[in-house]
């Protein structure tokens, strides 16, 4: 059949693009279409700058001209991201010396999100690259305990005529957590304004030098404190925790919804699956997989986000958590090569990320009418 750039333009206009509101045709985000033979060649300007977007954009034009037309055709789409201007738009309060800042979030607790931020920053830092944690879990931080730094405080330091607390540093990760400020046995009985506040001053009080990655390892769910921390920096991306059962599947699916949401706006680099199968030490060939079988992978498939990788239910984890030891130090181990794969992809997916996407802006939190709203 032979290609007809008229009734490919007609066809695309089936496609709506997400958050657009009009099919891509009538929008203008179809900026040309080039045929050269058994070749298609396909322009679109977008505003939206989400990957999941481009991504589906571009499957469904595929698909369509596959379908539609040839199934034989070589079919390129190239993607360009033109923000639209907003004059009363604020671009993020970035931190001078930090190159990357990932937020590590999971839907519902207990799924290990803060046991997977600790890895991750050892296993970066054992990379080679400069790295920093930010416990945001205001009323249940587990860093200084992780790191073994339970009984450290940070002290004050001059930089600039201006007084900084300097992060805690443990297996060459500097760290700053509230859990340095409030006794073991304390519980954090804060608002929003006071823990936004506590936040902030660890921010943006604290002296983080040069860091390739700041991890923040965010609180359970959807709330108040993740609203804070996106109206308080421009977070480069957003990787998000679950165990395979459907229940935990559920509130993950919500955590990649409120990143990806027109209002927030957050790449997410994708979902990692932990306690994914246990393997008991005398039979260390079978995987059992008590929580269900790949369902993270299932879902960052059905989400059109990558998959990072799962980590096994393994006891030494738990252990080397307690005592304050991340598991992912432990040299030639199973975890530290499960660690290193997870981590080398979640570097892979910033540097993808930062070459495609424009820099991610802090949000801007207005009170109209005794509701609040989110916008960029």
């Given at each position: 059949?032979?290609l007809?750039r008229k009734?490919?333009?007609a ?19 179809v900026k040309?279409v080039?045929i ?6 396909v322009?679109?300007?977008i505003?939206t ?6 991504k589906r954009a571009?499957?469904?034009i595929?698909?369509?001209i ?7 055709a070589e079919?390129?789409?190239n993607?360009?991201?033109e923000?639209q ?10 931190i ?9 979030a ?14 991750l920053?050892v296993?970066?830092?054992k990379?080679g ?16 305990i992780?790191?073994?730094?339970e009984?450290?405080?940070p002290?004050?330091?001059t930089?600039?005529g201006k ?9 060459e ?7 340095f ?9 804060w608002r ?23 991890l923040?390892?965010l609180?359970?769910?959807t709330?108040?404190?993740?609203l804070?921390i996106m109206?308080?920096?421009p ?10 059962q ?8 919500k ?8 209002s927030?706006n957050?790449?997410v680099?994708g979902?990692i699956e ?15 997989y008590?929580?269900?079988k790949e369902?993270a ?5 059905d989400?059109?986000?990558p998959?990072l ?5 393994v006891?030494?984890?738990r ?7 991340p598991?992912a ?7 530290e ?20 996407l ?5 949000i ?10 989110v916008?960029?």
């Amino acid at each position: 059949m032979k290609l007809d750039r008229k009734e490919i333009l007609a066809a695309l206009e089936t496609i709506t693009i997400a958050g657009e509101g009009k099919n891509m045709v009538e929008s203008g985000a179809v900026k040309n279409v080039l045929i050269f033979g058994n070749e298609v060649t396909v322009d679109l300007l977008i505003s939206t700058p989400a990957m999941h977007i481009k991504k589906r954009a571009e499957d469904d034009i595929k698909k369509l001209i596959h379908e539609k037309f040839s199934p034989d055709a070589e079919v390129k789409v190239n993607i360009k991201v033109e923000a639209q201007a907003n004059p009363n738009e604020i671009k993020g309060k970035a931190i001078p010396g930090i190159s990357n800042i990932i937020a590590v979030a999971s839907g519902k607790g207990g799924v290990g999100k803060s046991t997977v931020t600790a890895n991750l920053a050892v296993t970066l830092a054992k990379m080679g690259f400069k790295v920093g944690i930010l416990d945001a879990d205001i009323y249940g931080p587990s860093m200084p305990i992780m790191f073994d730094v339970e009984n450290e405080k940070p002290i004050s330091v001059t930089v600039d005529g201006k007084s900084k607390m300097k992060p805690v540093e443990s297996y060459e990760i500097k760290i700053l957590s509230i859990g340095f400020f409030t006794a073991p046995s304390q519980a954090v009985i804060w608002r929003g304004p006071m823990a936004s506040k506590a936040l902030n001053q660890m921010i943006f009080d604290a002296d983080w030098g040069q860091l390739d990655f700041m991890l923040i390892d965010l609180p359970p769910g959807t709330g108040d404190i993740h609203l804070s921390i996106m109206q308080s920096l421009p977070i480069t991306g957003a990787v998000i925790v679950s165990t395979p059962q459907a229940v935990a599947l559920a509130d993950a699916k919500k955590g990649v919804s409120m990143f990806l949401s027109d209002s927030i706006n957050v790449p997410v680099l994708g979902i990692i699956e932990n306690m994914a199968y246990f393997t008991p030490e005398e039979l260390p060939n079978n995987k059992y997989y008590i929580f269900g079988k790949e369902g993270a992978k299932n879902l960052a498939e059905d989400l059109q986000v990558p998959f990072l990788g799962e980590v096994p239910l393994v006891q030494s984890i738990r252990e080397a958590g307690d005592y304050g030891r991340p598991a992912a130090l432990q040299t030639a181990s199973v975890i530290e090569r499960v660690f290193e794969e997870i981590t080398r992809n979640v570097v892979q997916e910033t540097v993808n990320r930062n070459e495609s996407l424009p820099p991610t802006e802090a949000i801007k939190i207005t009170t109209m009418a005794g509701c609040s709203a989110v916008k960029k």
